[in-house]
Structures are given as structure tokens and as C-alpha cells.
């Protein structure tokens, strides 16, 4: 499902037109900065990201390219200055980024192409994300590993 695929290929198959592609970026200004978190949420829809009704923080950075490769479900929590990224040039790559339901994503967060974050996982500030993250765990760190497995009570029980 997140299988990285060849940046220039994907561009150029696409259902978005590029001259489309570029005049949405216009829309990533006020979809970082604007007061209201619903307004910013609208504008992260026009940009083509598939959002549900969840909350995303001021200063966040969606991919500007690909935008149409980020899907956030419902109940979803980001916080301030998050990145999330669906394609790296270097690599020349582009693959979808999944957030699943009531996953919190901490503060300065950044987000790699080709991951999915599980349902109800919890993503540390300041953790950079490369694998994908598993329903119902904690994780952290650069690159971000498991902390903690999180049970039905909603507890964080030890890794052991």
C-alpha cells in the first residue's frame, strides 16, 4: 500500500495537472498560519490532502508536491510545527503518508514518505518518523522507535 514509487514517474501520472499542482501551493501559506484550526483544515483539503475532522496545529508543513498522497483520518491530534512529507527528491521518491484514527502526532514531528501511523499510536515531539508506526504504541526519538506498547485502559505498559 506505501510502496515508494519513482518521483518524476508519479508526477507525471498523476490525476492533478502540474500547472494545478503549483497553484494549489499557494494555499500552503495560510494552511500553516491561519488563526483558525478549521480554516486550516479546509485549506489542507483544497491543497488535495484527504483530512478528516481531526485538529492540526499552527506551522505544519504537509508536502506541497504531493499533497494528494496524505491521508489523516478522523480524531487525528497534530501539533505545532509537524512535517509531513510524501516525496524526497534526493532519493526520487514519492509514496503515500497514513495517519489513522485518534493518533497524536507531538510537536516538531516529521513524518517520512511511505509510512502509516497506527490507530491511537502516539508519535513524541520532535521524533522522525521512517517506519511505520503500529496501532496503539509510543514512539520516539531520531529515527523514532518503540517506546511502549499502550493497552486497552489506555496505559503505557514497558516494552520488555
Known sequence: MNEPRNLDQYKRTRATPQWLAHVRKVLSFPARFALGWKFRRQCLRWMGVNIGNSYVGRDCLFDEEAPELITIADGVTISSRVIVAT????RGVAAPVHIA???FIGIGAILMPGITVGEKAV???GSVVTKSVEPETIVGGSPARLIRHIDNQGD???ES
Open 87 to 90: 516525496h524526497d527528491s534526493w
Open 123 to 125: 508519535v513524541a515531539a
Open 156 to 158: 503505557a505498559r514497558s
Open 101 to 103: 484514527r485518534e493518533a
